[in-house]
């Protein structure tokens, strides 16, 4: 049974990595696309009274990089047998320098362009809902969107420095309607009782996500906490879709909806459900727990086994800290800043796992003192101004035990040291 669960995620493993590749793949057909359209021939074209201008809202995905859905904008005219899709959502991994800027929190995404079939059809296969806002304009007002995104599909216009929360496939649209239609539209953003931060949020939409939750806890820092409402919520297509559904837009004195029509494109029958919880942070963590305990509780007879398990975990929690550092002082990636995880992956553990062989006797209270240092934030835990993922408790109980002398060498070297006093 549990080797099936196994065999199981590796295949769930496998088809992660596909999608990236296909995802990948479009990213770069879909900016190939971009170099090759005219957008003057959009332009030219002018819309006919039959052309539709809407806002699709995409659900959710399996894997991670999908779980929080998808915006784009969608032009249609029958008359003239078109039907497009902008979307601010495309990258391109054959950009220049693109794995550097993507390291360096500068990762630059683009405005793409597809039909509107090929863009459903995407969404099909990967069994995720799309919703459809046909907007309430005029012809002008049609135009002058047409106007503005064909601009942005110019080579000088069309990329532009992403941004998990501030500069997104959804804040850019709110962007779009904002500045194409010279500030005419009203929004009136959603309010949410109580208090809310990004990172609950972004719990909302990764319950069945516990790695990639882990993995946004572990390098976002405590930036993402702090309370946010109204225009802030819109960094998810979810919140954008509720702002556009209230919206008005003004036309002399007189407000109008701004949404004239709502349709289901696609509905999804996926529901996802929750891993293996043999495969899960927590139990993972827990078992790092048991096994540093017990090779602890046979140091007396076996140290070596101990010394070693310990070292790597002490260098590898050090090894940790040092990265959440670096991307937090080196780096672009703004919610990597002021990270309160590097307080337990101390960059200082590096050394104390590559050292800890050779100077364990000579710096027996410094271990001592950071087992107390390590308790501290234990007893703080729930308290500092970061929501610290609690998966991580059980692992920080393990570097507590990595800290702890040798059961039985430690009172014979005490032994050794009363009979040289005496």
């Not at 057909?29 to 005219?38: A, K, R």
């Not at 496939?169 to 239609?181: G, H, N, R, V, Y």
């Amino acid at each position: 049974m549990f080797c099936d669960r196994i065999l199981s995620n590796i295949v769930r493993f496998k088809e992660f990595f596909h999608q990236m590749l296909i995802n990948f793949f479009w990213g770069s057909i879909v900016g190939l696309v971009c170099f090759l359209c005219n957008p003057l021939t959009i332009n030219a074209q002018k819309l006919s009274s039959h052309s539709r201008i809407s806002i699709l809202t995409c659900g959710p995905g399996e894997v991670l990089y999908e779980a929080f859905g998808h915006s784009a904008v969608r032009i249609t005219d029958p008359a003239q047998g078109l039907d497009l899709v902008f979307n601010y959502g495309v990258f391109d991994f054959n950009q220049k320098n693109f794995y550097g800027n993507f390291a360096k929190g500068s990762m630059r995404y683009m405005l793409g362009l597809s039909t509107g079939e090929d863009f459903l059809n995407q969404y099909r296969n990967y069994n995720r809902s799309v919703r459809e806002q046909v907007l309430n304009l005029d012809s002008l007002e049609k135009q002058s969107i047409v106007d503005y995104l064909s601009n942005n599909l110019k080579p000088e216009n069309r990329e532009y420095y992403y941004d998990y929360f501030d500069n997104n496939c959804s804040t850019k649209i709110l962007e779009l309607l904002d500045s194409a239609l010279n500030h005419n539209v009203v929004f009136t953003y959603s309010d949410i009782i109580g208090t809310a931060s990004f990172r609950s949020l972004i719990y909302d939409y990764t319950t069945y996500q516990q790695w990639g939750r882990f993995g946004i806890d572990l390098g976002l820092g405590s930036v993402i906490d702090r309370s946010v409402n109204g225009k802030q919520l819109n960094f998810l297509p979810d919140e954008l879709e509720k702002t556009i559904s209230k919206a008005k837009i003004r036309r002399g004195m007189i407000e109008f909806p701004l949404v004239s029509e709502n349709k289901i494109l696609f509905e999804s029958p996926v529901y996802y459900g929750s891993e293996s919880y043999f495969l899960l942070p927590a139990f993972l963590f827990s078992l790092i727990l048991l096994i540093l305990a017990i090779f602890w509780g046979f140091s007396g007879g076996f140290p070596v086994g101990f010394m070693v398990v310990r070292s790597i975990l002490l260098t590898v929690v050090g090894l940790l800290g040092i990265f959440l550092l670096s991307i937090w002082l080196f780096t672009n990636h703004k919610s990597a800043a002021w990270n309160y995880n590097i307080l337990w992956a101390n960059p200082i553990f590096f050394i104390v796992g590559s050292l800890i062989w050779i100077f364990e006797k000579r710096f027996r209270f410094f271990l001592s003192g950071f087992q107390y240092y390590l308790f501290a934030i234990l007893f703080f835990w729930f308290i500092f101004p970061q929501q610290l993922n609690v998966n991580l408790i059980p692992l920080i109980g393990a570097t507590l035990i990595a800290l702890l002398p040798l059961r039985i060498k430690n009172k014979q070297i005490e032994g050794k040291q009363v009979g040289i006093n005496n």
